[in-house]
């Protein structure tokens, strides 16, 4: 697997049913309208709804994805019925990753760092129809020789519907190339979002007790951080107080 991009705007390459929450701008966490789709017209619905379709409706579904797209990445069926084509993932992560430091420890292993990514850096991958977010995942952590353990992270798709942003996390087993076909390549139709888990989803006992350690002490360098910016707002605060109580008793 090769990997030829850039931090901030890359290009790489990756071939060979649970509850859903949404949550919008206008809106808290809540769960998705289950039950079947009763309305014949509502063509969007339907079209989702579906999660298989024959060789020559992905032939046709290609290439009119391929007249649609603007930017060249377009998709190519093979005569095994695998298509290949690109996704772009915006990185959303909020807290520091651990990547393969270029030191090595007492013991001879190469020590992790903490590193920050840039937040928003859009990266496109290049994958096939049997590609698994799973597998997506552990793609974009690789580039970036990331440590942490996959379950740290999940894939959410971003969507509009009626002037509303709905963001979905999807399941390990979902095909994102399948889901781009199927959504056009419109980015505002559909996009892809790596983010951490939520707190409450996360394994802990997948984790190593060195990645523990390491999830500590970003803990507390952000807890330190946190408390210095509230130290400072107030120190702020009681200058401007004394100030204004110099000017009262002294007004000349």
């Given at each position: 697997?090769?990997?030829?991009?850039?931090?901030?705007?890359?290009?790489?390459?990756?071939?060979?049913?649970?509850?859903?929450?949404?949550?919008?701008?206008?809106?808290?966490f809540f769960r998705k309208p289950c039950g079947k789709v009763t309305d014949s017209k509502d063509v969007e619905k339907?079209?989702?709804?579906?999660?298989?379709?024959?060789?020559?409706?992905?032939?046709?579904?290609?290439?009119?994805?391929?007249?649609?797209?603007?930017?060249?990445?377009?998709?190519?069926?093979?005569?095994?019925?695998?298509?290949?084509?690109?996704?772009?993932?915006?990185?959303?992560?909020?807290?520091?990753?651990?990547?393969?430091?270029?030191?090595?420890?007492?013991?001879?292993?190469?020590?992790?760092e903490a590193f920050y990514l840039p937040r928003g850096a859009i990266n496109t991958l290049h994958i096939s129809s049997?590609?698994?977010?799973?597998?997506?995942?552990?793609?974009?952590?690789?580039?970036?020789?990331?440590?942490?353990?996959?379950?740290?992270?999940?894939?959410?798709?971003?969507?509009?519907?009626?002037?509303?942003?709905?963001?979905?996390?999807?399941?390990?087993?979902?095909?994102?190339?399948?889901?781009?076909?199927?959504?056009?390549?419109?980015?505002?139709?559909?996009?892809?979002?790596?983010?951490?888990?939520?707190?409450?989803?996360?394994?802990?006992?997948?984790?190593?007790?060195?990645?523990?350690?390491?999830?500590?002490?970003?803990?507390?360098?952000?807890?330190?951080?946190?408390?210095?910016?509230?130290?400072?707002?107030?120190?702020?605060?009681?200058?401007?107080?004394?100030?204004?109580?110099?000017?009262?008793?002294?007004?000349?």
């Amino acid at each position: 697997m090769t990997w030829n991009s850039t931090m901030s705007s890359g290009y790489s390459s990756l071939e060979d049913d649970s509850e859903e929450y949404f949550f919008t701008a206008r809106t808290s966490f809540f769960r998705k309208p289950c039950g079947k789709v009763t309305d014949s017209k509502d063509v969007e619905k339907e079209r989702e709804l579906r999660t298989e379709f024959s060789r020559e409706e992905i032939g046709q579904k290609i290439e009119q994805y391929n007249t649609m797209t603007k930017d060249l990445l377009k998709m190519t069926l093979a005569p095994t019925g695998v298509y290949t084509g690109f996704i772009k993932v915006q990185m959303d992560l909020r807290r520091p990753v651990t990547v393969r430091g270029a030191h090595r420890g007492s013991g001879g292993t190469v020590e992790g760092e903490a590193f920050y990514l840039p937040r928003g850096a859009i990266n496109t991958l290049h994958i096939s129809s049997k590609n698994t977010v799973k597998q997506v995942i552990m793609a974009l952590l690789n580039k970036f020789t990331v440590t942490d353990n996959p379950a740290k992270y999940a894939l959410y798709k971003r969507y509009q519907r009626e002037e509303q942003v709905y963001v979905c996390k999807l399941a390990d087993g979902e095909q994102p190339l399948f889901l781009r076909l199927v959504a056009g390549p419109d980015d505002d139709t559909l996009s892809f979002v790596l983010r951490e888990q939520q707190t409450g989803e996360v394994m802990w006992d997948a984790f190593s007790i060195p990645e523990l350690q390491n999830f500590l002490r970003i803990l507390d360098k952000e807890e330190e951080e946190q408390r210095q910016t509230v130290v400072r707002r107030y120190e702020i605060y009681r200058q401007r107080l004394q100030e204004a109580l110099r000017e009262v008793r002294d007004p000349s």
